[in-house]
């Protein structure tokens, strides 16, 4: 169980265009989804969590307008990246969390589980 | 400040050796502890989770240990094999919150 997937795995793009990335929880309704970012060599970034139904709160120093994210319902949330530019090329990689995971914990939140990522490049 | 913070940054050892990760944390309250494993290009695979009563905790040739007292975490890898070249993450979760704090991971490279 808790299995969480993302589409697609790799994508290239060229500037100025958007791309979007899903990510999907297989098998538990997914209330909460996080986005992060990874750059080479370096640890997971978290982006923005997204609460199904609701606005997502991005963290400090992350354009909202630039990286769009929707979570319309409790298996799905997609991160648009709008207008890309080559340094946003990254590594993206998606958790998700909820009831029915297996992961229930104290103060009724959730364990999140990682989907396998997005490797982004834009030219 | 909530803080993770991993030892060694890298790692070489030749196959069917042993080695140990560190991890210490400044996080409070506590809830958890995982060590995750990320493979290049792929992401996070849980390894272990541990919560503030547990000492150790294994996972195959993998074995956790932790010591909410002095806030350490080690990570102990029996019998390297080429297919555990990776990096190794320590995550802590905050006693509440959703939010995961993740420290910089150990990349670790096995060599025939």
């Known amino acids: 169980g808790a299995v969480v997937s993302q589409h697609p795995s790799r994508v290239i793009c060229k500037s100025g265009t958007s791309v979007k990335i899903e990510c999907r929880s297989l098998d538990f309704q997914a209330t909460t989804m996080f986005w992060y970012r990874q750059f080479p060599k370096k640890s997971l970034m978290l982006m923005a969590t997204s609460n199904e139904g609701s606005k997502a709160t991005y963290e400090q120093g992350v354009e909202k307008d630039k990286f769009l994210i929707n979570h319309a319902s409790l298996t799905l949330s997609t991160l648009t990246v709008t207008s890309a530019q080559p340094e946003d090329s990254s590594f993206y990689i998606c958790?998700?969390?909820?009831?029915?995971?297996?992961?229930?914990?104290?103060?009724?939140?959730?364990?999140?589980?990682f989907g396998p990522g997005t490797r982004l490049t834009v030219t | 400040k909530n803080q993770v913070e991993q030892s060694p940054q890298s790692l070489i050892i030749l196959e069917g050796k042993n080695c140990t990760l560190q991890c210490n944390y400044t996080v409070s309250p506590f809830s958890n502890l995982r060590w995750y494993k990320q493979d290049t290009g792929r992401g996070p695979v849980s390894l272990t989770i541990?919560?503030?009563?547990?000492n150790t905790k294994s996972n195959g040739r993998y074995t956790a240990t932790l010591d909410a007292d002095t806030k350490q975490s080690s990570l102990h890898i029996t019998a390297s094999q080429l297919s555990d070249s990776a990096s190794y993450i320590c995550v802590v979760r905050r006693g509440g919150y959703n939010k995961l704090i993740f420290g910089a991971g150990t990349r670790l490279a096995v060599h025939p």
């Open positions: 958790s998700a969390s909820g009831r029915g995971a297996g992961g229930d914990l104290a103060g009724g939140t959730y364990e999140q589980y």
């Open positions: 541990m919560t503030f009563s547990e």
